[in-house]
């Protein structure tokens, strides 16, 4: 007579995706189900969109868009912008990267936090604040250059092409940063040392060594920066279209004028699709070829490389760089909030909290917004980080039959820029069975889609780092897959899962580039405000909103890192 | 016999009062039931915001919710909020008289004609009572005196194609205000795109709203304003900012922005009640003496240090041209101006 066991087991043999049945399974499977819904669903929209309409199969969308003089020029000046970010970005980063890790640099901690306080820093806000520092005529640096030269021209022109890329670029290097600083950290100095020995100088052993060594790290740092600069909206926005300059993001927004033509927008966005697709595909094999690169994890020693005199002389170059990215904006930002006049100098006749007062008392978006984008960060960051946890449970314990095409299927968003993602989303979600436009809730699915990949690498590289071994005990003890996630996993991966979280707040309450296609009036958010507000050109209140916008970000980092006891955005140690 | 003609007079004008003011007593209750209004607005912000404040004030308990943009980013809400079924606006005002044309003509709009609005200038009315002129807006040059003396500042349209302004020059966007899409359109009808045309050579700043280049003359960033709602001009320059308010002798672009209560209004009562309290004698005269409007109202007083409209060359247009020749503007302006 067959035990009760010998049947469950049978049936399991019998149906070999089902490795053992647990009432967990439903959930992992409607948890995948929706993962998989969510990412289709737009990018259905958007090849719907693009090569259908009452007449049913066209290519005349293409023809439209790709014989346009105009949107090619548009296309052109987003290569160009961001190649040179990438190139820049990478100048930067590594540079940055290498001080950090592989030298005596003074300062490093603070030097760290730095490049993390640009990471977070918005770019539309950063490309804001430097229209008031770096316009050619009331630009506050371009004044002190001709007051302290007797130039007539101006030194800097923030609008134009290279102002453009510029501010792209000091907001993109971060981003490069983390990644070289990973391999940097992991790199022995073995070789460095036989340098040394065949009697190569710092610099040569840095050239012919390190550098060689960094290079799968750098082409695809290359690649990302690349990635992040075509995907950006505000800067463009607020820097290019004042000198005639736009890019496929801003186009991509003009096309929702009206009358909006969302086919031409769907056209327009496929081509940037396949794009990033080909460049992230491009990163992962030249990441995946191991054999150049001593990057191992472990074994040989690191020694740190001695800049000697150089030493004060570099730290004030980073400080430099940094003071680009966040002394210089945040001043100006803080200067015009409480200022009448932002472009003379901050004395007792100047000063105001008008601008403070009409931000929060008189403006009735502001609460509204502040509200929302409150609401939508929580939300999106509680739910993002339970079904990244659930997805990267599932990937890293095998839990079902298919489980890596999930990781891709979350990593997917990594290849749509926001906007492109609002376009699709908007098209899914203006029209019945299912219409979420008008309310928050479509910005929702933006912002969860759009931080899936960021909370799923984290979830993930934290449960690799937990074994097996305790869920196992649990599970004999006869709790289910859920039940020992909840009580044994999730506590051990603390600490990642709350990075991954504040990952994902962080993400969502800067969004510009998604929300701008799908606020209503109701579901404003503060990024969208300051959108509305510098098109307007109300200076003071952009600042104000500005400044409260860097002041929870920072208060959110801070109290995550209380709470772990630790650095979240550290890199790996 | 006379005094019974007058004591006739006086019964009917008493009556017609006691009508009018029941009536108002059930539309403010019928308001404040439904509580907001939501009013997507072109109108410079502070100066909305003002108008929201005062009518906070007359009406305790009722809210008013602000949405302001630019008119062609208004439209383009109202818009996608009705082809997606979402129904959330009220009181819809734009700069573009084009806009109400369209609007009306698909089925958008409410019939409603606010109190007091009768004695208003043609000008003002849509001749089937759909929407009227809540203000009226001059489109000029200005300059910042700080920067520009008395003897070189431009005078005319036309001075502005001077080379000498290369670079020094700014302009809102037709594709996002309505002002300016009404300047654009007044001064092809005067001098023919070619006009706009040599304006693109001098290379200008293009900023979006026909507010911005106001703070643009004013911090020096351009000293010189190709285009710009006139009364932001004069509210920047009496907040103490360097200022020069040209008025160009070949004509100044008049734009009468209309007001109308959406068709599929939520609160259509409490949008009603606005929009009367939007025509009343207190709120126009606001317009004027805050804000440096002009508006339709005839017993308005305006400040004395602004002209005065009849001393003044007007260029207006047609709603209806401009609501045919939208794209065309946008598209040339584009193509002129780079983006």
């Given amino acids: 007579m067959p035990t009760a066991e010998t049947i469950s087991t049978a049936q399991v043999e019998r149906r070999p995706w089902l490795k053992g049945w647990d009432p967990s399974l439903p959930v992992l499977i409607g948890t995948a189900f929706f993962l998989i819904v969510l990412m289709l669903l737009p990018l259905g929209a958007i090849f719907t969109a693009s090569f259908w ?43 940055l ?102 009697g190569a100088n710092k610099l040569q052993t840095a050239w012919t060594i390190t ?106 170059l980073v400080l430099f760089v940094l003071s680009l990215s966040v002394f210089l904006p945040y001043w100006i930002l803080l200067k015009a909030a409480l200022s009448k006049a932002w472009a003379v100098p901050l004395d007792w006749a100047n000063f105001t909290l008008d601008n403070f007062r009409f931000a929060f008392f008189q403006y009735s978006d502001t609460q509204l917004a502040i509200f929302n984008t409150f609401k939508l960060g929580i939300i999106t960051a509680s739910v993002g ?101 909840k009580d044994v996993t999730a506590p051990l991966a603390r600490s990642g899962l709350i990075a991954a979280w504040c990952f994902i707040f962080i993400g969502v309450i800067r969004e510009l580039s998604a929300s701008i296609l799908l606020f209503t009036a109701k579901s404003k958010v503060v990024s969208v405000v300051i959108f509305d507000l510098k098109e307007e050109g109300q200076i003071g209140v952009i600042c104000v909103l500005g400044i409260a916008l860097l002041l929870v970000t920072f208060a959110v980092i801070l109290a995550a890192q209380w709470v772990v006891g630790r650095e979240v955005f550290a890199t790996r140690e | 016999m006379r005094t019974g003609l007058a004591l006739l007079v006086l019964a009917v004008w008493a009556a017609s009062l006691s009508i009018a003011s029941a009536q108002d007593a059930a539309l403010v209750q019928a308001a404040k039931k439904e509580g907001t209004v939501m009013w997507y607005t072109s109108l410079a912000l502070p100066s909305s915001t003002s108008i929201a404040h005062s009518f906070k004030l007359k009406y305790p308990g009722m809210d008013v919710e602000v949405h302001r943009t630019g008119s062609q980013r208004v439209l383009q809400r109202v818009m996608q909020e009705a082809a997606a079924g979402v129904k959330t606006v009220d009181v819809i005002h734009t700069s573009d008289a084009g806009h109400f044309v369209l609007l009306k003509e698909k089925g958008m709009l409410l019939k409603y004609a ?25 489109s000029v040059i200005a300059d910042n005196p700080k920067l520009i003396s008395d003897k070189d500042a431009p005078r ?36 023919g795109w ?43 320059q009496k907040q103490g900012n360097p200022i020069k308010i040209i008025y160009p002798s070949e004509g100044i672009p008049l734009v009468v922005s209309p007001v109308a209560v959406a068709k599929d209004a939520p609160h259509p009562n409490a949008a009603k009640l606005f929009v009367d309290y939007i025509f009343s004698k207190d ?37 209806d041209e401009l609501e045919k020749r939208n794209a065309e503007i946008k598209k040339r302006f584009i193509e002129y101006f780079g983006a």
């Avoid at chain 1, 868009?65 to 990478?90: C, D, K, M, P, Y």
């Avoid at chain 1, 150089?310 to 004030?316: N, Q, Y």
């Avoid at chain 1, 299912?434 to 910005?443: A, H, K, Q, R, S």
């Fill in chain 1, 53 to 95: 309409d009452q007449a049913g199969l066209t290519f005349s969308k293409y023809i439209e868009v790709f014989s346009n003089r105009a949107f090619l020029t548009a296309i052109w000046n987003t290569v160009i912008i961001s190649s040179w970010v990438g190139l820049i970005s990478v100048v930067i980063g590594g540079l």
């Fill in chain 1, 97 to 198: 990267a290498w001080l950090i890790t592989r030298t005596d640099l003074p300062w490093k901690k603070s030097i760290r936090a730095l490049v993390m306080a640009s990471f977070v820093t918005p770019p539309f806000l950063g490309a804001f604040a430097w229209t008031l520092l770096a316009g050619p005529n009331a630009g506050l640096l371009n004044q002190l250059y001709r007051a302290l030269t007797g130039a007539e021209s101006a030194l800097f022109n923030i609008f134009t092409m290279q102002g453009l890329i510029f501010v792209m670029a000091i907001y993109s290097f971060p981003y490069v940063f983390s990644m070289i600083a990973n391999v940097c950290e992991l790199m022995s100095s073995d070789l460095e040392d036989a340098a040394g020995i065949l």
């Fill in chain 1, 211 to 316: 550098l060689p060594l960094a290079l799968p790290a750098l082409v695809s740092g290359f690649i990302v920066a690349f990635l992040q600069s075509l995907s950006l909206f505000g800067a463009p926005a607020i820097l290019g279209l004042p000198a005639g300059i736009h890019t496929i993001t801003t186009q991509i927004w003009t096309f929702f004028q009206y009358p909006p033509r969302l086919d031409l927008a769907a056209a327009f966005s496929v081509p940037l699709l396949l794009a990033t697709m080909l460049l992230i595909a491009a990163q992962k094999k030249i990441l995946g070829r191991k054999g150049y690169s001593t990057v191992g994890g472990k074994g040989g020693q690191r020694r740190l490389v001695r800049l000697g005199r150089a030493r004060i002389p570099v730290f004030l």
């Fill in chain 1, 385 to 485: 980080t339970l079904i990244a946890t659930l997805i990267a449970y599932i990937t890293q314990r095998n839990l079902l039959r298919g489980a890596r095409f999930l990781t891709f299927f979350a990593l997917a968003p990594l290849v749509i820029p926001g906007i492109v993602l609002a376009v699709g989303l908007f098209i899914a979600y203006t029209q019945p069975p299912v219409v979420l436009y008008g309310t928050i809730w479509i910005l929702f699915v933006a912002y969860l889609t759009k931080e899936m990949p960021i909370g799923f690498s984290q979830a993930q590289s934290t449960f690799k780092s937990i074994h097996p071994e305790l869920e196992d005990a649990s599970r004999i003890i006869g709790a289910n897959r859920l039940v020992s996630l």
């Fill in chain 2, 114 to 138: 606010p109190q007091g609005t009768m004695p208003f200038p043609a000008g003002f009315k849509d001749k089937d009572g759909f929407y009227f002129g809540m203000r009226a807006t001059l």
């Fill in chain 2, 156 to 191: 005319t349209w036309k001075d502005l194609l001077n080379p000498k302004w290369k670079g020094k020059m700014v302009s809102g966007h037709p594709g996002y205000s309505g002002i300016i899409m009404t300047h654009v359109l007044a001064l092809v009808n005067l001098y």
């Fill in chain 2, 194 to 236: 070619d006009y706009f045309r040599d304006l693109a050579k001098n290379s200008l700043h293009v900023v979006q709203s026909a507010n911005d280049p106001a703070g643009v003359v004013a911090s020096g960033e351009r000293p010189v304003g190709v285009n710009g709602a006139e009364y932001f001009y004069y509210k920047t």
């Fill in chain 2, 283 to 319: 709120s126009q005269q606001l317009l004027a003496d805050k804000e440096g409007l002009y508006t339709g109202h005839p017993q308005v007083t305006y400040p004395a240090d602004k002209p005065k409209l009849k001393d003044l060359k007007l260029l207006s247009v047609e709603a």
